[in-house]
């Protein structure tokens, strides 16, 4: 039996962009809803991009004692429901973190997914769920959700303190080993601007 792996499109180690405190970042490759003016459309095919171990994954992401959160995003997690799953509960296990999980899914949906599935199960580990696809006509440059069809739901109490809907965006520009991430929910007109500037 092959051992569980996740296939991700990046990930990042510390940032303050995508949710309170010091954060790390996984982004899943591969997602099914191909939305108009989607900001990363390199991360949708279902190709095989960076394997890595959930429990390594969870090790490397949480090396530095001052991360407090883990921020899940894609690509679309929930087609990997069980590798996240499994990555959430090493993350857990080395200390109390809280966990922000992007999905194009309505939350409605997931919740049609039998009790016992992977999908329910990755749900109990998640604080704050952002819902819905990206609606390039909604983007009202407002919060943490890139259009406002998408929603803010809290699964428990534990960062109901944090303005997710109205605060303002974020962006950071990460390089790694010679790539250029830019991590964070971009203000309109951001991303057309540092591609512009970097002659993408």
């Not at 990997?80 to 990555?87: D, L, P, R």
């Not at 991590?183 to 993408?200: F, R």
């Given at each position: 039996m092959n051992p569980i792996k996740l296939n991700l499109a990046a990930i990042c180690n510390k940032t303050n962009a995508l949710g309170p405190g010091n954060r790390s970042v996984a982004w899943v490759q591969g997602c099914p809803f191909r939305c108009k003016g989607c900001i990363s459309p390199e991360w949708i095919p279902f190709i095989q991009a960076h394997q890595w171990d959930p429990r390594e994954l969870a090790e490397y992401l949480l090396g530095d004692p001052t991360i407090t959160g883990i921020t899940i995003s894609g690509g679309e997690p929930v087609t990997?429901?069980?590798?996240?799953?499994?990555?959430?509960?090493?993350?857990?296990?080395?200390?109390?973190?809280?966990?922000i999980l992007f999905t194009g899914y309505y939350y409605e949906n997931l919740l049609a997914f039998p009790a016992k599935s992977s999908v329910q199960r990755l749900l109990s580990l998640v604080d704050v769920l952002i819902d819905g696809p990206y609606v390039e006509s909604e983007n009202d440059n407002r919060?943490?959700?890139?259009?406002?069809?998408?929603r803010?739901?809290?699964l428990t109490s534990r960062l109901k303190g944090y303005d997710f809907s109205s605060l303002t965006r974020k962006t950071e520009i990460q390089i790694s080993n010679g790539e250029l991430l830019l991590?964070?929910?971009?203000?309109?007109?951001?991303?057309?601007?540092?591609?512009?500037?970097?002659?993408?």
């Open positions: 990997q429901s069980t590798a996240v799953k499994c990555f959430l509960e090493h993350c857990k296990a080395i200390r109390d973190i809280d966990v919060g943490m959700r890139g259009s406002a069809n998408q803010i739901i809290y991590v964070g929910v971009p203000p309109v007109g951001v991303l057309p601007g540092v591609l512009e500037s970097l002659e993408i």
